[in-house]
Structures are given as structure tokens and as C-alpha cells.
């Protein structure tokens, strides 16, 4: 919505960062979109992934309703960020709103998101080459965040895009280079965890990597770990590790 | 959506009873409405309880994104039932487009919403009563129900609603019913949600009551108690209970 109204706070670093993770650190959201035949909004729950870009991807079958509405208009929502222990409305969450864009098969973009979204969701092998599935990025418009009772923030679409990936020296070889990460560090994806305060049952991996972070999954559990600035070589992300 | 596809199953009771579950064993939903500013959807997470005829209910400020949507456009869906271990697609949810009534205060309807309200969330009584709060109900005008992988099925509205609830001997006074059903059945909650599968590091209450079905709370766990048939006395309440 464009109106701010004073229960908005000031947009600060904190609230950035907290955006960025509650989108790229989402196994799943609520996303909304128009159906064609009645004008209603119609919100379902998808998997999501993270594109280097930052852009949320979701992957979707041509027979889902979420499929058609977004053939007819490109404009929807998505919830992401799930409520822990208590009051639901005390956790955070973000409402970002996107423009879908749909991605050609075998196209370099279709090949990223589809070694991504794998590494993310193991058990999408099963159905995600088959020929009526496609994936759309959600390009973010805007988003509106709310930390919690009280803190209400407002952010531009550019606060959740990741810029400079292609420029990095593992664009393009991402598998390989998490390879070399455990390779070096072979804790890295439970000392991250734990740096995060990550519980989880079953061990912690690395699935993803892009010029901002690094993604961490577990069992039903996924996390985010931001980097401290943005980086150009797998050399800088040793350097930003926690000890 | 309109269109049926193949892979939408026929309608049957089970669907029928884990649709209402659904949607009536929420606390919080995934709310989609339509900005007026921008025509985008608007996905954001609301409170929610059911009234008695079935219709959900949320609680919102004046100053939030869906108020001022829904007070331009009234076409909103909701989207009911979380995930727990594994998969979450796995897990049954429904999305439920409805239409929303705005609540006038000082009305039955408000009196009846805000009793059932607070009984199912006990700390909206620190903010239910300020001024710029207000009440809408959700009434449904259709559903999809995913049970699951390949458990599809398009519900028509009536499917979720209530009806003969001022007809019973308990409307207008369920409170007090509900207090009577402790009286009478000491361990009723206990016992609904044992039947139920209930787990709970705390103790389940009953906090609501209409013609087909109770609520239980506990904690952050809510359950639906589904009556075998619609009831019209206090008594057949007792008659249908679980031994």
C-alpha cells in the first residue's frame, strides 16, 4: 500500500536484514494471486526457493490454479515467515508484493534455479522435470515487513534483490564451489547453524550460495546467514565466517 | 477457480469434514486481499475464529493494509492449516475465497464474535475494545481443499457453513453452555482431544460451541470437535460425546 501511515517505523538496517532472511531462509509461503474468472484474490501454499538475484522462484505444476492466474496477470504476494511458539502476530513476517516472470526451459536461468531448488528440495527430483512443471521468479515490486507488535516497516523492492552474482568468481559453478567450501571447512554449515542459533535434529548442510549469503537447510528446518557485506570471490566468503 | 480439471477429485464427506477442520481449527490464516492503490494482491497473516454460522473472523486495525483494502474491495481468500513435520506440501490445507462483512459495534453479531473471540484469544482483550479495532466476517463463497499430493477438490460454499445455530437452546447464551458442558463433563476438553489426537504440553479447554461442533484450545494448539450430526439442544451434545 502506498500510504504510510505513523505506525510505519523508519526502515534501518536491522529491518533489512530481517526481510532479507525471512524471504531467502522460507522453505514455503502463502502466495496470492488474481484468478482470472472471478477478480478474487486466491492464496495457496507453494515451495519457494532464492535465485541468485534474490528474486523468490517457485515451481509449479500448469494444472494449479496459482498457474493459471498468474498466465492471465503477472501481479501477486507472498507471506513468508512462520510463527514459532505463542502469539502468532508476535513473529515476524513479510508481505512482499512481485511480478512473475516466467522462465523458459533450458534456458540459463532454468538450469540455476533448477540445481537451486533442488539442493533446497531434495524430494522435488521426483516431479521437477516433468514437462507440465515450470518455474516463475517473483520479481519483488515492494514489500511491507512487520517485526513483531509495533514494528511496521515499509521497504523498496531493491532492500531483497542481491546485485553483482554474475560478477562473482562462482556464478555459474555454484554446486562446485559449495563443494569447496565443505571441503575447507568441513563444519561450516553447523557452525553457521549454531552462530544462527539453529535447532534442528538432523544434521545441518550448505544448499545454497549467492553474492549475499549462504543458505543452510536441515531436516524441516532452513536458515540464512547474511554475509556482513556483499562478496565478488569464494576467497571472501572464508574470510567471513564466523570462528 | 472455475474450471475443473481432471485431477480434482469428487467431493465426499471425508473432504467436506476436513475442509471444515480446517478452517475451523485456525488460529491465524494467510489473508489475501486486493490494494486498491496498486490492484496488486495483498497477502498478510490475521487472527482469526469462526462465528457461529460458520463464516471466519478476524479481528483488524483501521490502520492496517487489508482494513483499507477490504473497505475498497471486498473480495478477500484466506489461506487455512500449517505444516508440521516433512513435506509441507504434504500437509492438507484450504483456500477459501469469501466476501467481507464488516462487523457494526454495538451489534448481536459484535457482542457474539467478541465473546468468541476472546475465548479463543485470550490476549485480544488487551487491544479487542480500542476504538480503531474492528470485526469482519469472512463469508465463504467457495474453496479449494489440498489434502496432499493428488488430493485436489473444488468445495461449493455451503460446504462450510453452519446452519440452524439460532435454533438451538444454547444461542445467544454459549458461554454459559459451555460452562455447563464443564459442570456436567469435567474432563470433556481432555477427552475430545485425546479422541482427536490432541498433544499438548498443556491443558485443553473448550472455548467454543455452535450447531456443529465444539472448539478446543490449548496453548498454541487449537482442534475442531465435529458433531456426527448438527445439534439443536444442549443435550444431544452430551448424547453425541466420545465415551
Given at each position: 500500500?502506498?500510504?504510510?501511515?505513523?505506525?510505519?517505523?523508519?526502515?534501518?538496517?536491522?529491518?533489512?536484514?530481517?526481510?532479507?532472511?525471512?524471504?531467502?531462509?522460507?522453505?514455503?509461503?502463502?502466495?496470492?494471486?488474481?484468478?482470472?474468472?472471478?477478480?478474487?484474490?486466491?492464496?495457496?501454499?507453494?515451495?519457494?526457493?532464492?535465485d541468485s538475484d534474490?528474486a523468490?522462484a517457485?515451481l509449479?505444476?500448469?494444472?494449479?490454479?496459482?498457474?493459471?492466474?498468474?498466465?492471465?496477470?503477472?501481479?501477486?504476494?507472498?507471506?513468508?515467515?512462520?510463527?514459532?511458539?505463542?502469539?502468532?502476530?508476535?513473529?515476524?513476517?513479510?508481505?512482499?508484493?512481485?511480478?512473475?516472470e516466467a522462465v523458459e526451459r533450458d534456458s540459463d536461468v532454468y538450469k540455476r534455479l533448477r540445481t537451486r531448488f533442488?539442493?533446497?528440495?531434495?524430494?522435488?527430483?521426483?516431479?521437477i522435470d516433468?514437462?507440465?512443471f515450470r518455474f516463475y521468479r517473483?520479481?519483488?515490486?515492494?514489500?511491507?515487513?512487520?517485526?513483531?507488535?509495533?514494528?511496521?516497516?515499509?521497504?523498496?523492492?531493491?532492500?531483497?534483490?542481491?546485485?553483482?552474482?554474475s560478477?562473482?568468481?562462482?556464478?555459474g559453478?555454484?554446486?562446485?564451489?559449495?563443494?569447496?567450501?565443505?571441503?575447507?571447512?568441513?563444519?561450516?554449515?553447523?557452525?553457521?547453524?549454531?552462530?544462527?542459533?539453529?535447532?534442528?535434529?538432523?544434521?545441518?548442510?550448505?544448499?545454497?550460495?549467492?553474492?549475499?549469503?549462504?543458505?543452510?537447510?536441515?531436516?524441516?528446518?532452513?536458515?540464512?546467514?547474511?554475509?556482513?557485506?556483499?562478496?565478488?570471490?569464494?576467497?571472501?566468503?572464508?574470510?567471513?565466517?564466523?570462528?
Amino acid at each position: 500500500m502506498n500510504d504510510k501511515p505513523s505506525v510505519i517505523r523508519e526502515t534501518d538496517d536491522e529491518a533489512r536484514r530481517l526481510a532479507r532472511v525471512l524471504v531467502r531462509a522460507a522453505r514455503y509461503v502463502a502466495l496470492a494471486v488474481i484468478d482470472p474468472d472471478t477478480g478474487f484474490p486466491y492464496v495457496s501454499r507453494v515451495l519457494v526457493a532464492t535465485d541468485s538475484d534474490g528474486a523468490p522462484a517457485i515451481l509449479v505444476s500448469n494444472l494449479s490454479a496459482h498457474t493459471k492466474a498468474l498466465s492471465a496477470d503477472t501481479r501477486c504476494s507472498l507471506l513468508a515467515g512462520e510463527p514459532g511458539k505463542g502469539d502468532p502476530l508476535a513473529h515476524p513476517r513479510i508481505s512482499v508484493q512481485c511480478v512473475a516472470e516466467a522462465v523458459e526451459r533450458d534456458s540459463d536461468v532454468y538450469k540455476r534455479l533448477r540445481t537451486r531448488f533442488i539442493t533446497r528440495h531434495p524430494k522435488s527430483k521426483l516431479y521437477i522435470d516433468f514437462p507440465d512443471f515450470r518455474f516463475y521468479r517473483l520479481v519483488p515490486q515492494g514489500a511491507s515487513l512487520n517485526g513483531g507488535f509495533g514494528k511496521a516497516y515499509i521497504l523498496p523492492a531493491e532492500d531483497l534483490m542481491i546485485t553483482g552474482y554474475s560478477e562473482t568468481d562462482f556464478a555459474g559453478r555454484e554446486e562446485e564451489a559449495l563443494q569447496e567450501l565443505v571441503v575447507r571447512v568441513p563444519d561450516i554449515a553447523e557452525r553457521l547453524a549454531g552462530q544462527l542459533g539453529g535447532l534442528s535434529p538432523k544434521k545441518w548442510r550448505i544448499c545454497g550460495l549467492d553474492a549475499a549469503g549462504i543458505d543452510l537447510i536441515s531436516g524441516d528446518s532452513a536458515l540464512r546467514w547474511e554475509f556482513q557485506h556483499p562478496v565478488r570471490r569464494l576467497e571472501d566468503v572464508y574470510l567471513g565466517l564466523p570462528n
